[in-house]
């Protein structure tokens, strides 16, 4: 990937590892991180959704995203029965979009490692996921990716939505230029940007998206609330089912006093700055490291950051730039000594070969070369790491929930905080949740990484020089739970690598080695720790009351037409990788956007299909039985019926072992 594509930011040194810095890196061109992923293709659990919606905005549970995901996909299962059945690759076209703009197919060439991968860990009790894209992802998986089925490149945001539209007389698209802030007036007539639901503070109902085919102009008439009669209790966020994520009642005045008139920018910090007006709505999505810095820049903010610097509070914003999360990394080496040939090592290890594939792959589109990225995951829950899991729900459910904080912290962001940890607590130690993912390479690697981190960084600045990058603390590891959570990982690895179906690669594990001791893991756990480049939640879509940005319609609390529509919205991070989530979200947002005001009605979700216990049925062959020693090993009844109820729908009812 060419580095002109790539902005390197440079985090603040992380004192709780090395001490050192990290590079966090940007797409810098036309399609953003599109262009420049790994090119998964996955959502998160159901749970990762639902709890947006219990975090007080509705209409944003998964029921009502599901059709935002399958909007923007096209979904080619180019798979062989034959391939599908060795590579373990399930997958449900119930849940899946067939003519979205993103192209989701297979890889047409894949690593015979995977399958090593997947016959290792079900040899250790670990499911195999029917599709990882389903809302139940737990398990290990063969993801979809982003790649267009028939030439085997990547279908990234820019071919997808940019060029079919690129001709269109009302759309300018300047590069090579970069937004300095954004123009914000006080209007002088200002009214309710949400009507009231009940619950304390104002929220609208948020737009479901139409379908997976495409958008018409919605009208009002067309829309019907979201809220339905027959749901009122399900929102009722003081109902004892939700008793932990009651919403106080706001002390704020939600109501908009500003109005954005213009967008400012330039081509460098040294060019002529110009004025770009808005007459309707201004949409930012710089992304949830650029975005927060825009907002400060002009003057939407922490207030105190923002007079430490001269800078004009327009609205006194606390939560814009907090609430940082990203799955951390540590990246292992076990090079496999008896792995295929060709493998993904030939890339850089081997020149001579890897000519040969970039030819076979630009006459044929055949070849190594349309392997894509990494493909054959797993996302373990996390109790796969036995009777420590418990003892580690046991300490994080003890521990003072807030002392490994940033310092300062609002008392709001203290509060929403509280709210989002009890919330990992109830979710994580279920059997049906991911806990961690394990990144196979398929080489030399099974990278180990942080799901639904306690951890919390930020964003911030110390300059008002736009051209100049944000502050960028991730503080990855400062809550204990997260540092022994990849500990623990480290050590199924060794299990797994020594199963029989891995012991045939010959791993030669020199990250950590085989016989390092907890003291050096440690060591190196400070050392390796690093980014998978999912930053986000630094605008979060929560309740004003506890440091929320913006609203259930992506509205900037304070403002009457500013919306942020990047990874920096999610209130909390889902366990995935975020490429298809920021696209739902990103059709949501249009949704919102077409049906032309910020009080959005929406559509029924009756019309898409839901999974069905026999859309999802398995071969008894793919399906392990329920032992046993796992119904034991079940933590309370309530995991036990869940567990079983999964099985049920996933249709192995003959299977279940009793």
């Known amino acids: 990937m060419p580095p002109t594509y790539n902005e390197q930011i440079v985090t603040v040194p992380q004192h709780q590892l090395d001490q050192s810095s990290r590079i966090i890196p940007q797409g810098r061109v036309l399609g953003g991180g599109s262009v420049t992923n790994g090119m998964v293709w996955a959502r998160g659990d159901r749970s990762d959704y639902d709890v947006w919606e219990e975090f007080g905005n509705p209409g944003w549970g998964w029921d009502s995203l599901l059709p935002c995901f399958m909007k923007s996909e096209n979904f080619t299962p180019n798979v062989d029965p034959f391939t599908a059945e060795y590579y373990q690759i399930h997958y449900n076209e119930t849940v899946h979009g ?32 029917y599709d990882a894209s389903s809302g139940y992802p737990a398990g290990a998986a063969f993801v979809q990716q982003a790649i267009h089925p028939e030439n085997q490149t990547r279908s990234d945001a820019r071919r997808a939505y940019y060029d079919p539209v690129s001709s269109r007389p009302n759309l300018h698209v300047l ?46 008439s067309q829309c019907s609330p979201l809220v339905h009669a027959d749901e009122a209790d399900k929102n009722e966020r003081d109902d004892a089912q939700h008793s932990h994520f009651k919403l106080r009642k706001s002390k704020r005045d939600p109501q908009p006093n500003r109005r954005i008139t213009g967008v400012e920018y330039a081509e460098n910090a ?38 430490s610097l001269n800078i004009t509070v327009a609205i006194d914003a606390p939560g814009v730039g907090q609430n940082l999360q990203d799955h951390c990394l540590f990246q292992t080496n076990y090079t496999y000594q008896n ?33 894509g990225g990494v493909n054959a995951l797993a996302f ?46 109830d979710r994580i130690g279920q059997r049906t949740s991911t806990g961690f993912e394990i990144i196979n390479n398929n080489y030399n690697s099974l990278n180990i990484a942080i799901m639904l981190p306690f951890s919390r960084g930020f964003v911030t600045i110390n300059s008002t020089d736009p051209f100049q990058p944000p502050v960028v603390d991730p503080r990855w590891l400062s809550d204990p739970f997260d540092r022994e959570l990849i500990f623990q990982a480290l050590s199924l690895n060794r299990h797994i690598l020594s199963t029989d179906y891995m012991t045939i690669l010959q791993p030669n594990a020199s990250m950590p080695t085989s016989d390092a001791s907890n003291t050096i893991i440690q060591q190196l756990i400070n050392q390796q720790m690093r980014t998978e480049f999912h930053p986000s939640g630094t605008t979060a879509m929560l309740p004003l009351e506890y440091g929320g940005v913006v609203d259930p319609n ?104 009793l």
């Open 270 to 307: 040294g060019s002529q700055r110009s004025i770009i007006n808005a007459t309707r709505e201004v949409v930012l999505a710089a992304g949830a490291l650029h975005s927060p810095q825009i907002l400060m820049l002009s003057g939407i903010g922490p207030s105190s950051t923002l007079s």
């Open 98 to 129: 067939t003519d979205g703009p993103i192209h989701v197919s297979y890889p047409q060439h894949m690593w015979p490692e995977a399958a090593n991968l997947f016959h290792g860990l079900n040899s250790l009790g670990m499911d195999t996921a």
């Open 380 to 425: 373990p829950p996390l109790i796969s790491l036995g009777p420590v899991a418990y003892s580690m729900l046991r300490d994080a459910r003890n521990a003072n929930a807030t002392q490994n904080l940033p310092p300062s912290l609002d008392q709001n962001l203290i509060d929403a905080y509280i709210m989002q940890r009890s919330s990992i607590l």
């Open 175 to 220: 590069v090579n230029s970069a937004v300095t802030r954004i123009i914000v007036e006080q209007i002088s007539n200002p009214y309710p940007v949400r009507p009231p639901l009940g619950v304390g503070w104002n929220a609208a109902p948020a737009t479901k998206c139409t379908g997976p085919v495409g958008y018409a102009p919605l009208q009002s």
């Open 554 to 657: 992506l509205v900037v609390y304070g403002t009457e037409n500013l919306r942020v529509v990047d990874a920096g919205i999610f209130p909390s991070i889902p366990a995935t990788h975020l490429q298809a989530t920021v696209y739902a979200v990103s059709e949501k947002a249009a949704a919102l956007i077409v049906n032309g005001t910020t009080t959005p009605s929406s559509t029924s979700a009756s019309s898409f299909p839901i999974p069905t216990a026999s859309s999802q049925r398995r071969s008894a062959l793919d399906v392990p039985r329920i032992t046993l020693e796992a119904r034991r090993s079940a933590s309370t009844l309530k995991d036990w019926i869940y567990q079983l109820y999964h099985r049920l729908l996933r249709g192995n009812d003959k299977h279940v072992a």
């Open 339 to 371: 792995c295929s040939s060709p493998n993904p090592g030939d890339f850089v290890n081997n020149a001579t070969l890897d000519n040969e594939y970039r030819d076979q792959y630009l006459q044929n589109k055949t070849g190594p070369w349309t392997a």
